[in-house]
């Protein structure tokens, strides 16, 4: 029995050749493969599929007091106790004392404000399900989005799902999916809200994610806010997802022998809220809201830089230190060198920062694992030891997309 699957879970028919998920048209024996290749029995109906996320998501929390299934979620900015004291957000947010205590606290303070971002994660562009596992997939598209709150220092809240599934997708397969998708939810502290279904020719998830500020009056960060001078940082490893998307499109799940963080940065992403809050708090504390920004590593330090810098460029250093051990190893591979490896990768989901040279070592006492990558200048563009670098990461749209972060067959 598949992971949070009950007899009662599993759906008896198969889908209709039209591909919807309704309890009209004649059944087919899997005319259809699963993403995976499970041949289980698929939902019979969109109910039995609100079944299967029942059962892996709680469905109330104090941010979302009246649970899912109504045409809207209704979000509660306060939470209080019968005495209307600050309620404790228990296990809904983050799962340290501390923190709960912290979102409650929030949530009274400060429930004017909020930070929004949505994210899509699509089968053969954003991931593969020849090295995916279905708890990964799942996993993944929660963590790239929450990736955008880590960014902006704020404590998440909730998340809406739209589900794009393939005829065929079996409830054992949902049901792996949501687990990895839960998992990831309970560690973040965040509560499935809604969301929406549809049938679609390959699998997807367009997640949105919403959160609080780290505390009352505290700023969220952004992007646009660096001054010629300005320290440029980076918190968490650069490249090693790239030369785990590398390693996997050519070895599959075996590859993790040979890189096994390369494929664990590609597969399962860390966001960075601890450090991404830790610095908005130190905006507070020294009054740099304005003057300290942030973002998140999607598609690559050299793509992602500029826009942080909003305009400005850089002159940036790629040190030994900032070079994870398996990236000498992924470059020579990938026939290039592990310092452009570093800037082109993207996916890592990694923060890149800047703040003004007084306060550097502020961010570096409230968060020690960063580390300085370059300082910021007036004329646009970024140098390289003094040198223009011209190359760029992952973009969608442009005739480069091919050669760099994008999930292609080689």
């Not at 960060?221 to 996997?248: H, K, N, S, T, Y």
């Not at 310092?339 to 070592?361: I, K, N």
């Not at 580390?371 to 563009?381: A, D, P």
Request: proline share 8%.
């Amino acid at each position: 029995m598949c992971p949070g699957l009950t007899p009662t879970h599993v759906g008896s028919r198969r889908l209709p050749s039209s591909g919807s998920y309704s309890e009209q048209g004649e059944e087919h024996e899997h005319a259809y493969p699963d993403p995976w290749g499970d041949e289980g029995a698929c939902p019979a109906s969109e109910d039995e599929i609100l079944a299967l996320a029942d059962a892996a998501f709680p469905s109330r929390s104090p941010h979302v007091p009246f649970g899912r299934g109504h045409d809207c979620a209704e979000l509660v900015a306060l939470a209080r106790d019968d005495a209307g004291r600050p309620a404790p957000v228990s296990n809904f947010f983050l799962q340290d004392a501390e923190m709960s205590a912290q979102a409650a606290e929030l949530l009274l303070q400060d429930a004017g404000r909020s930070a929004l971002s949505a994210d899509l994660f699509l089968q053969d562009v954003h991931f593969r399900t020849d090295y995916f596992l279905p708890e990964e997939a799942g996993g993944k598209a929660l963590s790239a989005a929450v990736g955008d709150l880590a960014a902006a220092g704020a404590v998440p809240l909730g998340f809406a799902l739209g589900l794009m599934l393939p005829p065929g997708t079996t409830s054992c397969t949902l049901a792996r999916i949501f687990s990895g998708m839960a998992a990831k939810a309970r560690d973040y502290g965040i509560v499935l809200a809604g969301g929406d279904l549809s049938a679609s020719p390959i699998l997807g998830f367009a997640v949105t994610v919403w959160g609080a500020p780290a505390g009352a009056g505290v700023p969220f960060l952004r992007r646009g806010c660096a001054a010629e001078g300005d320290v440029v940082f980076v918190i968490g490893p650069c490249g090693l997802a790239r030369a785990g998307l590398w390693a996997l499109e050519r070895g599959g799940r075996k590859a993790a022998d040979m890189l096994p963080a390369s494929c664990r940065a590609h597969l399962d992403p860390r966001p960075l809220l601890r450090e991404g809050r830790a610095l908005a708090l130190i905006a507070q504390e020294k009054g740099a809201e304005g003057r300290l920004s942030l973002m998140d590593v999607s598609d690559g330090p050299a793509r992602d830089l500029p826009r942080l810098l909003g305009g400005l460029g850089a002159d940036i250093t790629v040190g030994p230190e900032l070079l994870h051990a398996e990236l000498a190893e992924a470059a020579e591979r990938m026939g290039t060198s592990p310092e452009e490896l570093y800037l082109l990768g993207g996916e890592d989901y990694a923060l890149l920062g800047t703040c003004p040279e007084t306060l550097w070592p502020d961010v570096r006492a409230a968060v020690p694992g960063a580390s300085r990558l370059g300082r910021v200048r007036r004329e646009s563009g970024l140098l390289l030891c003094g040198r223009p670098f011209t190359a760029r990461g992952f973009d969608h749209f442009s005739d480069a997309a091919g050669r760099t972060q994008e999930v292609r067959r080689p």
